[in-house]
DNA sequence: CGCTCGTGTTGAGCACTGCTCAACAGCCGT
DNA sequence: ACGGCTGTTGAGCAGTGCTCAACACGAGCG
Protein backbone atom coordinates (compact mmCIF):
# COMPACT_ATOMS: atom_id res chain seq x y z
CA UNK A 1 0.00 0.00 0.00
CA UNK A 2 2.02 2.92 -1.36
CA UNK A 3 0.62 6.99 -2.16
CA UNK A 4 -0.11 6.81 -5.83
CA UNK A 5 2.71 8.65 -7.98
CA UNK A 6 1.62 12.13 -8.27
CA UNK A 7 -0.23 13.07 -12.08
CA UNK A 8 2.71 14.52 -14.12
CA UNK A 9 1.40 17.95 -14.82
CA UNK A 10 3.40 19.29 -17.43
CA UNK A 11 4.47 22.96 -17.13
CA UNK A 12 5.64 26.24 -19.23
CA UNK A 13 9.01 26.33 -18.96
CA UNK A 14 8.35 30.03 -17.30
CA UNK A 15 5.99 28.39 -14.78
CA UNK A 16 8.76 25.97 -14.38
CA UNK A 17 11.29 28.33 -13.18
CA UNK A 18 9.42 30.79 -11.41
CA UNK A 19 7.89 27.17 -9.41
CA UNK A 20 11.67 26.28 -8.64
CA UNK A 21 12.34 29.90 -7.63
CA UNK A 22 9.50 30.36 -5.09
CA UNK A 23 10.19 26.91 -3.27
CA UNK A 24 13.36 28.03 -3.11
CA UNK A 25 12.05 31.39 -1.50
CA UNK A 26 10.36 29.14 1.22
CA UNK A 27 13.14 27.18 1.76
CA UNK A 28 16.16 29.31 2.15
CA UNK A 29 15.28 30.85 5.41
CA UNK A 30 15.09 27.95 7.19
CA UNK A 31 17.38 26.11 5.47
CA UNK A 32 21.64 26.74 5.66
CA UNK A 33 22.88 26.18 2.16
CA UNK A 34 24.71 23.32 1.99
CA UNK A 35 21.71 21.32 3.55
CA UNK A 36 19.00 22.68 0.69
CA UNK A 37 19.63 19.88 -1.69
CA UNK A 38 18.95 19.66 -5.24
CA UNK A 39 16.83 16.25 -4.20
CA UNK A 40 14.48 18.38 -1.91
CA UNK A 41 13.73 20.82 -4.18
CA UNK A 42 13.10 18.71 -6.92
CA UNK A 43 11.08 16.11 -4.44
CA UNK A 44 9.06 19.01 -3.90
CA UNK A 45 8.33 20.41 -7.09
CA UNK A 46 7.46 17.02 -7.91
CA UNK A 47 9.74 16.54 -10.40
CA UNK A 48 13.08 14.80 -11.36
CA UNK A 49 16.75 16.14 -10.08
CA UNK A 50 17.25 16.36 -14.06
CA UNK A 51 15.26 18.97 -15.01
CA UNK A 52 16.05 20.90 -12.36
CA UNK A 53 19.37 20.93 -13.91
CA UNK A 54 17.76 21.83 -17.04
CA UNK A 55 16.79 25.05 -15.77
CA UNK A 56 20.21 26.42 -13.78
CA UNK A 57 23.19 25.21 -14.89
CA UNK A 58 24.70 24.26 -11.38
CA UNK A 59 23.01 24.33 -8.28
CA UNK A 60 25.04 27.68 -7.48
CA UNK A 61 23.12 28.76 -10.24
CA UNK A 62 20.17 27.81 -9.04
CA UNK A 63 21.05 29.50 -5.57
CA UNK A 64 21.76 32.97 -6.97
CA UNK A 65 18.55 33.24 -8.98
CA UNK A 66 16.83 32.87 -5.71
CA UNK A 67 18.89 34.52 -3.49
CA UNK A 68 18.51 37.31 -6.33
CA UNK A 69 14.52 37.07 -6.09
CA UNK A 70 14.55 37.64 -2.36
CA UNK A 71 16.77 40.72 -3.00
CA UNK A 72 14.28 41.85 -5.27
CA UNK A 73 11.12 41.51 -2.59
CA UNK A 74 13.47 43.37 -0.25
CA UNK A 75 14.35 46.22 -2.45
CA UNK A 76 10.74 46.76 -3.48
CA UNK A 77 9.67 46.71 -0.18
CA UNK A 78 11.85 49.28 0.86
CA UNK A 79 11.77 51.64 -2.34
CA UNK A 80 10.37 54.97 -1.95
CA UNK A 81 6.42 55.55 -1.75
CA UNK A 82 5.40 57.77 -4.82
CA UNK A 83 3.17 60.79 -2.95
CA UNK A 84 5.50 60.75 0.24
CA UNK A 85 7.13 64.41 0.67
CA UNK A 86 10.85 64.11 0.21
CA UNK A 87 12.08 64.25 3.54
CA UNK A 88 10.11 61.71 5.12
CA UNK A 89 10.96 58.83 2.96
CA UNK A 90 13.69 57.75 5.50
CA UNK A 91 11.84 57.83 7.87
CA UNK A 92 9.61 55.24 5.94
CA UNK A 93 12.07 53.56 4.50
CA UNK A 94 13.03 52.71 8.01
CA UNK A 95 9.61 51.59 9.66
CA UNK A 96 9.06 49.62 6.80
CA UNK A 97 12.62 47.80 6.90
CA UNK A 98 12.13 47.53 10.72
CA UNK A 99 8.61 46.17 10.06
CA UNK A 100 10.08 43.74 7.62
CA UNK A 101 12.20 41.96 10.73
CA UNK A 102 9.25 42.27 12.88
CA UNK A 103 7.47 40.05 10.53
CA UNK A 104 10.77 37.46 9.03
CA UNK A 105 12.68 37.47 12.16
CA UNK A 106 14.99 34.20 11.98
CA UNK A 107 14.45 34.76 8.20
CA UNK A 108 16.03 38.36 8.21
CA UNK A 109 19.31 37.34 8.54
CA UNK A 110 19.48 34.38 6.61
CA UNK A 111 18.51 36.51 3.94
CA UNK A 112 20.67 39.43 4.14
CA UNK A 113 23.86 37.78 5.62
CA UNK A 114 23.59 34.04 5.63
CA UNK A 115 23.32 33.67 1.75
CA UNK A 116 26.71 35.46 1.08
CA UNK A 117 28.10 32.93 3.19
CA UNK A 118 30.36 30.47 1.33
CA UNK A 119 29.76 31.29 -2.23
CA UNK A 120 31.73 34.20 -4.00
CA UNK A 121 28.93 34.36 -6.63
CA UNK A 122 25.88 34.75 -4.03
CA UNK A 123 27.93 37.31 -2.33
CA UNK A 124 28.14 39.14 -5.35
CA UNK A 125 24.46 39.09 -5.75
CA UNK A 126 24.57 40.65 -1.72
CA UNK A 127 27.27 42.95 -2.76
CA UNK A 128 25.22 44.36 -5.91
CA UNK A 129 21.79 44.41 -3.66
CA UNK A 130 24.07 46.55 -0.57
CA UNK A 131 24.68 49.02 -3.19
CA UNK A 132 21.19 49.77 -4.37
CA UNK A 133 20.28 49.99 -0.68
CA UNK A 134 23.20 52.66 -0.54
CA UNK A 135 21.55 54.44 -3.55
CA UNK A 136 17.93 54.42 -2.16
CA UNK A 137 19.11 55.90 0.97
CA UNK A 138 20.82 58.80 0.03
CA UNK A 139 18.40 58.89 -2.48
CA UNK A 140 15.69 59.37 -0.06
CA UNK A 141 18.14 61.52 2.38
CA UNK A 142 18.61 64.07 -0.60
CA UNK A 143 22.33 63.78 -0.43
CA UNK A 144 25.36 63.49 -2.85
CA UNK A 145 27.07 60.17 -2.82
CA UNK A 146 30.67 59.96 -2.89
CA UNK A 147 32.77 57.00 -1.44
CA UNK A 148 33.17 58.34 2.07
CA UNK A 149 29.52 58.75 2.35
CA UNK A 150 29.03 55.15 0.59
CA UNK A 151 31.18 53.39 3.02
CA UNK A 152 29.82 55.40 6.04
CA UNK A 153 26.03 54.08 4.91
CA UNK A 154 27.02 50.74 4.37
CA UNK A 155 28.79 49.98 7.66
CA UNK A 156 25.23 51.79 9.13
CA UNK A 157 23.58 49.33 7.34
CA UNK A 158 25.59 46.34 9.46
CA UNK A 159 24.75 48.47 12.59
CA UNK A 160 20.85 48.62 11.89
CA UNK A 161 20.90 45.08 10.53
CA UNK A 162 22.31 43.86 13.68
CA UNK A 163 20.67 45.92 15.90
CA UNK A 164 17.39 45.51 15.08
CA UNK A 165 17.73 42.10 14.80
CA UNK A 166 18.99 41.69 18.23
CA UNK A 167 16.13 44.22 19.17
CA UNK A 168 13.67 41.58 17.79
CA UNK A 169 14.89 38.76 20.13
CA UNK A 170 14.67 41.43 23.08
CA UNK A 171 13.36 44.65 22.65
CA UNK A 172 15.60 46.74 25.52
CA UNK A 173 13.97 50.15 23.97
CA UNK A 174 10.51 51.24 22.72
CA UNK A 175 10.42 50.84 18.98
CA UNK A 176 9.67 54.85 18.36
CA UNK A 177 13.23 55.00 20.02
CA UNK A 178 14.63 52.52 17.85
CA UNK A 179 14.21 53.81 14.78
CA UNK A 180 14.77 57.43 16.01
CA UNK A 181 18.15 55.94 17.35
CA UNK A 182 18.86 54.24 13.80
CA UNK A 183 18.10 57.60 12.55
CA UNK A 184 20.12 59.94 14.34
CA UNK A 185 22.67 57.85 13.82
CA UNK A 186 23.18 58.12 10.55
CA UNK A 187 22.50 62.01 10.59
CA UNK A 188 25.23 62.45 12.77
CA UNK A 189 27.06 60.06 10.38
CA UNK A 190 26.78 61.91 7.54
CA UNK A 191 26.84 65.52 8.53
CA UNK B 1 58.49 7.62 -11.97
CA UNK B 2 56.26 8.76 -8.85
CA UNK B 3 57.63 10.66 -5.78
CA UNK B 4 58.25 8.40 -3.43
CA UNK B 5 55.56 8.32 -0.54
CA UNK B 6 56.54 10.64 2.33
CA UNK B 7 57.69 8.68 5.05
CA UNK B 8 55.18 7.76 7.56
CA UNK B 9 55.39 10.08 10.77
CA UNK B 10 53.93 8.55 14.05
CA UNK B 11 52.56 12.24 16.09
CA UNK B 12 51.28 12.15 19.84
CA UNK B 13 47.55 12.45 20.39
CA UNK B 14 47.96 15.80 21.27
CA UNK B 15 50.71 16.89 18.22
CA UNK B 16 48.26 15.36 16.14
CA UNK B 17 45.31 17.25 16.85
CA UNK B 18 47.47 20.56 17.07
CA UNK B 19 48.71 20.18 13.24
CA UNK B 20 45.06 19.56 12.21
CA UNK B 21 44.09 22.94 13.53
CA UNK B 22 46.68 24.25 12.33
CA UNK B 23 46.40 23.53 9.01
CA UNK B 24 42.72 24.26 9.36
CA UNK B 25 43.55 27.87 10.35
CA UNK B 26 45.86 28.19 7.43
CA UNK B 27 43.21 26.98 4.96
CA UNK B 28 40.03 28.85 6.51
CA UNK B 29 40.39 32.16 5.65
CA UNK B 30 41.14 31.22 1.43
CA UNK B 31 38.65 28.83 1.58
CA UNK B 32 34.47 28.73 2.05
CA UNK B 33 33.78 26.29 4.07
CA UNK B 34 31.56 23.87 1.50
CA UNK B 35 34.93 23.92 -0.22
CA UNK B 36 37.60 22.53 2.50
CA UNK B 37 37.38 18.89 2.01
CA UNK B 38 38.47 16.54 4.30
CA UNK B 39 40.38 14.91 1.49
CA UNK B 40 42.50 18.03 1.24
CA UNK B 41 43.09 18.63 4.91
CA UNK B 42 44.45 15.11 5.29
CA UNK B 43 46.56 15.59 2.19
CA UNK B 44 48.16 18.68 3.51
CA UNK B 45 48.67 16.53 6.80
CA UNK B 46 50.08 13.79 4.97
CA UNK B 47 47.31 11.55 6.69
CA UNK B 48 44.35 9.28 5.29
CA UNK B 49 40.54 10.80 6.01
CA UNK B 50 40.12 8.17 8.47
CA UNK B 51 42.87 9.34 11.18
CA UNK B 52 41.27 12.77 10.73
CA UNK B 53 37.81 11.10 11.63
CA UNK B 54 39.78 9.94 14.59
CA UNK B 55 40.24 12.95 15.90
CA UNK B 56 37.07 15.14 15.25
CA UNK B 57 34.23 12.94 15.08
CA UNK B 58 32.94 14.83 12.00
CA UNK B 59 33.51 18.15 9.66
CA UNK B 60 30.91 20.03 11.58
CA UNK B 61 32.93 19.02 14.62
CA UNK B 62 36.44 19.90 13.00
CA UNK B 63 35.23 23.08 11.76
CA UNK B 64 34.16 24.45 14.85
CA UNK B 65 37.23 23.86 16.62
CA UNK B 66 39.64 25.32 13.94
CA UNK B 67 37.24 28.21 14.52
CA UNK B 68 37.50 28.34 17.98
CA UNK B 69 41.12 28.32 17.70
CA UNK B 70 40.62 31.40 15.14
CA UNK B 71 38.38 32.93 17.98
CA UNK B 72 41.16 32.51 20.38
CA UNK B 73 43.83 33.91 18.75
CA UNK B 74 41.83 37.21 17.93
CA UNK B 75 40.53 37.38 21.44
CA UNK B 76 44.29 37.09 22.58
CA UNK B 77 45.24 40.09 20.25
CA UNK B 78 42.82 42.09 21.30
CA UNK B 79 42.68 41.80 24.81
CA UNK B 80 43.87 44.34 27.46
CA UNK B 81 47.45 45.02 28.15
CA UNK B 82 48.61 45.30 31.50
CA UNK B 83 50.55 48.21 32.81
CA UNK B 84 48.49 50.31 30.37
CA UNK B 85 46.57 52.95 32.11
CA UNK B 86 42.46 51.98 31.94
CA UNK B 87 41.31 55.21 29.84
CA UNK B 88 43.72 53.99 27.08
CA UNK B 89 43.22 50.54 26.82
CA UNK B 90 40.06 51.10 24.64
CA UNK B 91 42.06 53.24 21.54
CA UNK B 92 44.65 50.58 22.38
CA UNK B 93 41.94 47.70 21.67
CA UNK B 94 40.49 49.84 18.84
CA UNK B 95 44.14 50.85 17.39
CA UNK B 96 45.13 47.30 17.28
CA UNK B 97 41.78 45.29 15.85
CA UNK B 98 42.64 47.80 12.92
CA UNK B 99 46.30 46.39 12.09
CA UNK B 100 44.94 43.08 12.66
CA UNK B 101 42.59 43.97 9.86
CA UNK B 102 45.44 45.46 8.18
CA UNK B 103 47.41 42.38 8.01
CA UNK B 104 44.44 40.12 7.39
CA UNK B 105 42.70 41.93 4.83
CA UNK B 106 40.58 38.96 2.97
CA UNK B 107 40.83 36.53 5.96
CA UNK B 108 38.92 38.88 8.27
CA UNK B 109 35.57 38.70 7.00
CA UNK B 110 35.90 34.83 7.00
CA UNK B 111 36.99 34.81 10.07
CA UNK B 112 34.43 37.16 11.88
CA UNK B 113 31.34 36.33 9.55
CA UNK B 114 31.92 33.66 7.11
CA UNK B 115 32.74 31.36 9.61
CA UNK B 116 29.17 31.75 10.94
CA UNK B 117 27.53 30.91 7.40
CA UNK B 118 25.53 27.85 7.15
CA UNK B 119 26.56 25.97 10.21
CA UNK B 120 24.46 26.66 13.33
CA UNK B 121 27.21 24.98 15.34
CA UNK B 122 29.77 27.47 14.03
CA UNK B 123 27.28 30.00 14.30
CA UNK B 124 27.09 29.63 18.27
CA UNK B 125 31.09 29.47 18.37
CA UNK B 126 31.17 33.43 16.62
CA UNK B 127 27.96 34.25 19.01
CA UNK B 128 30.34 33.78 22.04
CA UNK B 129 33.04 35.21 20.35
CA UNK B 130 31.38 37.79 20.09
CA UNK B 131 29.70 38.09 23.73
CA UNK B 132 33.22 38.26 24.96
CA UNK B 133 34.52 41.12 22.50
CA UNK B 134 31.45 42.89 24.31
CA UNK B 135 33.05 42.21 27.40
CA UNK B 136 36.55 42.96 26.95
CA UNK B 137 35.04 46.59 25.17
CA UNK B 138 33.12 47.20 28.35
CA UNK B 139 35.45 46.38 31.07
CA UNK B 140 38.44 48.47 28.98
CA UNK B 141 35.61 51.46 29.13
CA UNK B 142 34.66 50.98 32.72
CA UNK B 143 31.01 50.33 32.18
CA UNK B 144 28.60 48.27 33.71
CA UNK B 145 26.55 45.93 31.38
CA UNK B 146 22.97 46.12 31.07
CA UNK B 147 21.43 44.64 28.25
CA UNK B 148 20.29 47.84 26.32
CA UNK B 149 24.63 48.70 26.50
CA UNK B 150 24.83 44.98 25.13
CA UNK B 151 22.96 44.98 22.14
CA UNK B 152 24.44 48.72 21.47
CA UNK B 153 28.22 47.48 21.87
CA UNK B 154 27.68 44.54 19.64
CA UNK B 155 25.67 46.47 16.87
CA UNK B 156 28.86 49.00 16.83
CA UNK B 157 30.93 45.89 16.43
CA UNK B 158 29.09 45.20 13.10
CA UNK B 159 29.47 48.84 12.01
CA UNK B 160 32.90 48.71 13.25
CA UNK B 161 33.86 45.34 11.16
CA UNK B 162 31.96 46.69 8.10
CA UNK B 163 34.16 49.89 7.71
CA UNK B 164 37.34 48.43 8.93
CA UNK B 165 36.40 46.12 5.75
CA UNK B 166 35.66 48.79 3.73
CA UNK B 167 38.51 51.08 4.36
CA UNK B 168 41.04 48.86 3.87
CA UNK B 169 39.94 48.74 0.52
CA UNK B 170 39.50 51.85 -0.02
CA UNK B 171 40.68 54.42 2.10
CA UNK B 172 38.73 57.04 2.27
CA UNK B 173 39.67 58.78 5.24
CA UNK B 174 43.44 58.76 7.55
CA UNK B 175 44.22 55.91 9.46
CA UNK B 176 43.62 58.35 12.78
CA UNK B 177 40.36 59.47 11.64
CA UNK B 178 39.28 56.20 11.11
CA UNK B 179 39.92 55.53 14.57
CA UNK B 180 38.44 58.52 16.12
CA UNK B 181 35.61 58.24 14.47
CA UNK B 182 34.70 54.42 15.29
CA UNK B 183 35.94 55.93 18.69
CA UNK B 184 33.07 58.84 18.96
CA UNK B 185 30.52 57.06 17.97
CA UNK B 186 31.15 54.42 20.56
CA UNK B 187 31.12 57.03 22.97
CA UNK B 188 27.91 58.95 21.97
CA UNK B 189 26.19 55.84 21.58
CA UNK B 190 26.51 54.41 25.03
CA UNK B 191 25.98 57.65 27.03
C1' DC C 1 -6.54 10.66 -39.22
C1' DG C 2 -1.60 9.63 -38.98
C1' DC C 3 2.93 11.43 -38.81
C1' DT C 4 6.68 14.13 -37.32
C1' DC C 5 8.93 17.53 -34.87
C1' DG C 6 9.89 20.18 -30.73
C1' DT C 7 10.18 20.59 -26.05
C1' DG C 8 9.26 19.24 -21.22
C1' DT C 9 10.76 15.37 -18.76
C1' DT C 10 12.97 11.24 -16.93
C1' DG C 11 16.24 7.22 -15.31
C1' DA C 12 20.49 5.30 -15.13
C1' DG C 13 24.85 6.19 -13.93
C1' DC C 14 29.56 8.68 -12.90
C1' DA C 15 32.58 11.29 -9.64
C1' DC C 16 33.36 12.88 -5.40
C1' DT C 17 32.84 13.54 -0.42
C1' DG C 18 31.56 12.64 4.36
C1' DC C 19 31.78 8.82 7.27
C1' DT C 20 32.32 3.74 9.27
C1' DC C 21 34.71 -0.31 10.50
C1' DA C 22 37.60 -3.99 10.93
C1' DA C 23 42.29 -4.83 10.67
C1' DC C 24 47.35 -3.39 10.77
C1' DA C 25 51.79 -1.31 12.77
C1' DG C 26 54.93 0.42 15.83
C1' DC C 27 56.36 1.57 20.51
C1' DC C 28 55.94 0.62 25.53
C1' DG C 29 56.57 -1.97 29.89
C1' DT C 30 57.34 -6.34 31.85
C1' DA D 1 60.67 -11.66 23.48
C1' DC D 2 56.16 -10.59 23.71
C1' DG D 3 51.46 -8.71 24.77
C1' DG D 4 48.85 -4.78 24.65
C1' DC D 5 47.89 0.00 23.90
C1' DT D 6 47.23 3.42 20.54
C1' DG D 7 48.19 5.78 16.23
C1' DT D 8 47.07 4.62 11.62
C1' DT D 9 45.19 2.78 7.32
C1' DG D 10 42.27 0.80 3.23
C1' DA D 11 38.20 -0.74 1.57
C1' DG D 12 33.73 0.34 1.14
C1' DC D 13 28.83 2.45 1.88
C1' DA D 14 25.52 6.40 1.36
C1' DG D 15 24.27 10.60 -0.30
C1' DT D 16 24.77 14.57 -3.47
C1' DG D 17 25.92 17.35 -7.57
C1' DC D 18 25.85 16.67 -12.32
C1' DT D 19 25.63 14.40 -17.30
C1' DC D 20 23.52 12.21 -21.07
C1' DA D 21 20.92 9.64 -24.03
C1' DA D 22 16.36 8.40 -24.48
C1' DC D 23 11.24 9.01 -23.63
C1' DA D 24 6.47 11.33 -23.79
C1' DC D 25 3.18 14.21 -25.09
C1' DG D 26 1.03 18.10 -27.46
C1' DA D 27 1.16 21.12 -31.86
C1' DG D 28 1.27 21.59 -36.45
C1' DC D 29 1.20 19.62 -41.14
C1' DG D 30 -0.10 16.66 -45.04
Redesign the pocket.
Same mark, same amino acid.
Do not use: E, N
Given at each position: MVAPPPP??? *? =??GD?RAQLVAIGLELLPATPVQE?? /??EVARRA? /??? =??L??YF? =?? *???YTAVTRAAADVLLEHLSPRPGVPADEQAAGMLERYVGWVETYRDAHLSFVRGAAAGDPWVAEVYEETREQLVDLTLGALGLPDDPRRRQLVRAWFAFTEDLVDQWVREPTLDRAELVALLRTFLDRLLV
Open positions: RVR *R =SARLT /IDG /ISR =SLFHA =SK *RDY
